[in-house]
């Protein structure tokens, strides 16, 4: 917890002072949670102050301050998927954008731990991009927060309020989609570069 219990407390009273301490320690990670999911930095700063603002007017109806973080990472979820569905955006990610946590992310996803040079740090930041961009925002999410937030399965549990061998089902799945997403990805770039080598063959008289 980045906040004392009492300052939630307080907050859910009406305390002005403490809602705003909330907002200040919080900030910085829904910030970053926003950017993960919508993956468009102009956009972010909207979304993150639709969360605070729906913080702001469902805080009463939080039940202990103990489940706060779950409970508020569920609104930050909920505000980029709606953002998502009226826009009609599908999140964007740049190799530029993509940190350590998510080249570790990509090695997860990937199944192998083994020690990465430079090189293929590089390729595989640019890898986990692509990767996340071609599936759904859910399963997108539900990755992001246990591979790149690092968040522990009894805190997903508490966020996405279902038990841990479901939980275990879902991440199994939304790996597998990714990697087939990937797989796929990869499948329409070979034809794009051999039909791109064709056409330039054709121009060269070749």
Do not use: C
């Not at 990610?93 to 940190?99: E, G, V, W, Y």
């Amino acid at each position: 917890m980045l906040v004392d219990f009492e300052v939630i407390r307080r907050a859910q009273s009406g305390d002005e002072a403490a809602f705003n301490e909330l907002v200040q320690a919080y900030r910085k990670r829904i910030l970053g949670t926003v950017f993960r999911l919508v993956g468009r930095p102009e956009d972010v700063e909207d979304v993150s102050q639709e969360v605070f603002l729906r913080l702001y007017y469902s805080l009463n109806q939080l039940r202990t301050a103990e489940v706060f973080e779950p409970w508020l990472y569920r609104l930050t979820i909920n505000a980029a998927y709606d953002y998502l569905r009226k826009h009609r955006r599908r999140p964007e990610t740049r190799m530029a954008d993509l940190s350590e946590e998510q080249v570790a992310a990509a090695d997860i996803l990937a199944g192998s731990r083994e020690a990465l040079d430079e090189k293929r740090k590089v390729q595989i930041r640019e890898m986990v991009g692509l990767m996340l961009d071609h599936v759904s925002d859910q399963d997108r999410s539900l990755l992001i927060l246990k591979e790149v937030q690092g968040l522990s399965l009894k805190e997903l549990e508490a966020i996405y309020q279902v038990n841990e061998n479901a939980l275990k089902v879902r991440l199994f799945r939304a790996r597998q989609r990714v990697l087939k997403a990937f797989e796929q990805y990869e499948k329409q770039e070979q034809k794009e570069k051999e039909q791109r080598v064709k056409d330039f063959s054709r121009g060269r008289g070749i």
